[in-house]
């Protein structure tokens, strides 16, 4: 009964942080607001913005994936390995990275100025995208690898052996994957870039690039009125609240896209045409996805003389802050390895900080000034934003331990304690330590809520960066990110480590 | 004396039975696949619970209680340790949960252990361990548990010949000294043989009375005779 009684207090704490400021915030929406031209820009702006990104996320995603599947190269397993780094690759690097080759001085810029022709800006809808899909071409990449990888050979062998070629094949073979796979991966990527914040705030702004939830936050950084801002982020939830409920109505919870990639490769027959574009696509999106970083990495080394010893302390900062919500998150997570949770978790997506953030501003703000109290704000909000990755990540352990072990643990008469400590925790640890490195990356390079609170008393790493970029102090910028994405990546990896360790 | 009176309706089997067996012998459970070998023991240690009727040990009705109040130990196909904890740690979670172990406890561990014939792979976790070994620390597991019933739902099955043969003369040599009642699932009439006098057939959603298992066993005349026919 402990495990229902915790079950029952985490669902309380996440109830009172994710609903508790959904409800002050409509309590606080303007009732007279009127919706101006303004926000039906943002409006508009917001859907095709996420709908732009999504189509060309899983456009480019599946030739790349097809290739990767039908191609035996060294590297590859690197390749595919690395797609799963964006993931937990702090937004602002990514974006830096971008700009020092798409940016206004950039590689391409400069090229392009070289042999006279006009700069390309980035900022705007353009980069938005470029952004968007630097990030969820790897996702949509590996959700269709994991559908390829899984059909079975047997297929692909009745087509060579019927001799089907180029467009009946396709609509054989790969039409089937691509019609089940797609929509899913389309809504959950739309999802994703519909509550985007940090690319935005970089890359977007301006009449013609402002999303709703960037017009949220200005309506309460700058502008104080918090009656729009609630009415603004109302919107927004309902948007994202329905686009995740519909997904989940039509294609069901979203399956995990973690499995490993290890069936070995058959020989095939393939064009030498095909070959050349299999690899003109690895090559070209491989660049895509590795030049910005590298990009980052070179010039940041290079800048490092110039951080100041002042850093210390948005590192530690952000250090403590991840390594807290990575814990919580995880803590919570326990009380949710029910169908439950997994709905619940799907759903919390739709959540975007922002909102939450503002509304636990509003609930404080009569108590306490909110400022104040910034870094428990941000671990509050970067907890829950945690919880379903969390979830995900955990649910299949532990009900593969229950269906295992749950028999032997009776046949021990263990208290609901015993068995927490001698079968439960233990063999939960690999998924546990998956979780909170996760949580605790995405957590460290978070670009949100410390937007709308952070200040003078409490700073973060990608907070910093971000005043840096905004100071055009570019080479420091580069440089702390060099750190940022180190000690992100850092903490994934440590955790990795701690979980493969076998027990005593 | 083990009374079972009992039955189970449910969509996916229907079993019943009404049977008393002797505190003292071992019974082979012989029947087709499917015909709820299993589930008949799962019901019997708890894991299941019966529709209608009763369980009754030694006057005792135990129907109602949960698997480790019932004096029922019972060995599954597999599953049978914690892969997770050393040899040691799988043995002691039977007599106590917590990290410590008192010196009374280790002195019961060791005797145990040396009587199934693992003295010093304490510390080897079960995957270090062979097939005939781990079913030595399992078998070590419910004797530490110290119930009158033992329910053995195939735990042999993955080992080869020779050794399932050791582990039946251990089983028969442990049962005969300390008086237990076995109830040992089987698809292997040699097997049946080996050990037990008496046979439980399920056949027909019933389980039926012990028949001697010569009888139960006879390939021409005897219940199972189709079965056995086509196995």
Redesign the interface.
Known sequence: MAKRTFSIISNCILLFAVFGPLFVLIFHADQNFIFTAADKAALEFTLLQAALSSLLSVLLAWPLALALSRRQFKGRQLLIVALSVPFILPVIVAVLGLLSIFGHSGILNSLLQFFGFPILSVYGLAGVLLAHIFFNIPLATRAFLLALERRPTELERVADGLNLVSLTRFWILDWPIIRFVAPQIFSLIFVLCLTSFAVVLILGGGPKATTIELAIYQSFRFELDFGRAAFLAFIQLCIAAFTCTLSILIFGLPTNFNSGFDRPMRKRYLSVWSFFWDFGVIILLGLFLTVPLISVLIKGIQNFYLLENTIWIPIINSIILALCSALISTILAMGFMNRWGEVVGTLSIAVSPIIIGAGLFLMVRNITNPFEITFWVTLTVNSVMGLPFSIRIMRPASNEIIS??R??S??????P??WF???YL??LKGALTYSMGLVAALSMGDLGVIVLFGGADFETLPLVIYQLMSAYRTEQAMASAVILVSISIGIFLIFDRIGKTR?A | MLKLNFSLKESYLTISTNISLEPDKIYAVVGPSGAGKSTFLNLISGFASISSGSIIWNGKEISNLPPAKRNVSILFQDNNLFPHLSVWRNLALAVTHWPKISRDNEEKLKAVMSEVGILGLENRKPSQLSGGQQSRVALARVLLQKNKILLLDEPFSALGPSLKDQMLELIKKIAKNKKLLVLMVTHEPADAKKVASQTLVVKDKKVHPPLSTEKALDPINGPLADYLLNQ
Do not use: D, E
């Open positions: 295992n072990f028999r032997l009776h046949a021990h008469a263990m208290s304690y015993a400590y001698w079968v233990p063999r027990n």
